[in-house]
């Protein structure tokens, strides 16, 4: 069967409908923005496009409910159609049918909040979370751009990568400082992605953030390919590096857990006594 030519890999430019580009980098700037909602002005100058321009297409945009406008400030956000269509690629993914229950239980066994990722244009994103009943936890959104470098899920699929996905994700995102733990270096990335590899888990020890301390494993589907990683996270008060060694081994048995019923059976790592010794307050 042939290729339909809409599906062919095309030279840059090709077939590139410019009014279209610029509607969905308009989507783009709604989704990926921290502010609740934008103004025609906002927006204007963040995508450096006339007024009018930006004007048209959200009119269209709006006809077609992919952005709407709040009824208060005048601003405008995502539509609820966005949310049906990503709900849709979502379920899409029958893994989570199948690690939904087993994260929950850990999010049960833990007391801390569980995030699920997956690795997707040399980014993590998050796309389940499950809170904690203690009175701080993680507040981080569902959708949000995660650094593979520095936090646990980040780690735990980048480990997984081969050398080239890693160097391209280093070139492109760079390996930025955010605590004074982060590792800033590809040496050290890749000593530690190799640890990872060899122990089953990674460890964000204060990386990404001051005083947040997460510990996460991987998923495998039938074939072995690391589809997505989770994380046990919470304040450092609380994931003290004495409770490392447990949440180690309780994310471990969970990501076999998972994979085991997609398919593929993880080897078990032979035990190590440094888990606790490498993490430090």
């Known amino acids: 069967m042939k290729t339909p030519p809409a599906t062919r890999t095309l030279p840059p430019g090709t077939y590139t409908v410019k009014s279209l580009v610029k509607a969905l980098r308009i989507v ?7 502010q609740g909602t934008y103004t025609l002005t906002e927006l204007s100058r963040g995508l450096h496009l006339h007024v009018s321009t930006v004007h048209r ?29 990503g709900l849709k690629v979502l379920d899409r993914m029958d893994f989570r049918r199948v690690a939904d229950p087993l994260l929950q239980q850990l999010n049960r066994a833990t007391e801390e909040t569980v995030h699920l990722a997956i690795f997707h244009g040399e980014r993590a994103i998050s796309i389940e979370k499950f809170g904690t009943p203690q009175p701080v936890g993680l507040t981080a959104p569902l959708g949000g751009v995660l650094s593979l470098h520095c936090t646990g899920v980040g780690k ?43 122990e089953g888990y990674s460890v964000d020890n204060e990386e990404a953030m001051d005083g947040l301390r997460c510990v996460a494993a991987p998923i495998f589907d039938h074939a072995g390919k690391v589809i997505a990683a989770f994380s046990v996270a919470g304040p450092a008060t609380r994931v003290t590096p004495a409770r ?32 606790q010794g490498r993490v430090t307050e």
């Open 28 to 34: 783009e700037l709604l989704s990926d923005g921290e």
């Open 156 to 198: 735990a699929l980048l480990a997984y990568q081969d050398d080239a996905t890693v160097k391209r994700v280093v070139e492109s995102s760079g390996l930025q400082r955010y605590t004074a733990r982060t590792i800033t270096t590809l040496p050290q990335l890749r000593k530690e992605l190799a640890r990872i590899r060899e």
């Open 57 to 85: 297409l959200l009119v269209n945009l709006l006809r077609q409910g992919f952005v709407e406008m709040d009824p208060v400030t005048g601003g405008y956000r995502l539509g609820f159609r966005v949310l049906r269509m």
């Open 244 to 275: 490392v060694p447990e949440l180690a081994r309780l994310v471990t048995e969970t990501s076999r857990q998972i994979s085991f019923r997609l398919g593929f059976n993880v080897p078990r790592p032979a035990p190590k006594q440094a888990a």
